[in-house]
């Protein structure tokens, strides 16, 4: 049996998706239709938001991020590095903690210095490091939603660029974008009061959330009707 720990790091949760999901991901999704998935749950996550349901918002973030996770495999991109050289403790573009952009924005994005003693052992550290550098009572949950979605877009527009154009120099920027995305996915579960490990250590405590199997067995059709 396959789960998710309460203390689970960012790279053990990447390998628990691989586990579970990898096989059919390998057989049946390729690149568009994972990024299909990852967009139509994270959309209603936001139908959560905007219902004011925290349960709706928790399941469809979820399971839009477990999508996410499961296209990062098949692109072999290690997002716990990815994010961690995107955020070592300082904001990606003004590089202080917190964050200082609303005061005074900087024209170029500031480099950062990497202090690998700072960084985040827990995807919940990593919760927590986020919550310091964007504090949530600096935006409400819409602003988060919305940029969520806005960073979707970016991740979604650079993977569409990158296979069109067969560019290993754009692939840096799918992984960058992915930084960006993973982020926003924390700050908004941050602002709608939710813990990301510990709700993952809930709904991933036995294989598949769904069919409880690993690699999991749900059919196409399971999938896609899929109630949240
Ligand atoms: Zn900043
Ligand atoms: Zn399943």
Known sequence: MASIKRNTTIAECQKFVKEIYGLNNDRYFNTEDMLTQIQRFAMRG??????????????NLSVSFSWFMSLLNQLHIDIDEEV??????????????PCSCAKKHPLKRKKTFVDENKRPKTLEGFQNMFKGLYP?????????????AEELGE???????????????????VALEAADLF??????????????????????????????????????KEITNFKS
């Open 155 to 173: 991740f979604s527009e650079t993977i569409l660029f990158y296979r069109g154009m067969h560019n290993d120099k754009i692939f840096k920027d």
């Open 136 to 148: 949530p009572e600096r935006r409400t949950i819409e602003d988060a939603g919305i940029h969520l």
């Open 46 to 59: 936001l139908k959560g938001i905007r219902k004011k349901d925290k349960e709706k918002i928790n399941i």
């Open 183 to 220: 982020s926003c996915y924390l700050t908004t579960l941050e602002s709608a009061g939710i813990n990301m490990a510990e709700e993952f250590s809930k709904i991933f405590k036995n294989n598949c959330n769904v069919c409880k199997k690993a690699p999991c067995e749900c059919s196409f």
């Open 84 to 97: 961690w050289q995107r955020f070592p403790y300082l904001c990606s573009y003004c590089a202080t903690f």
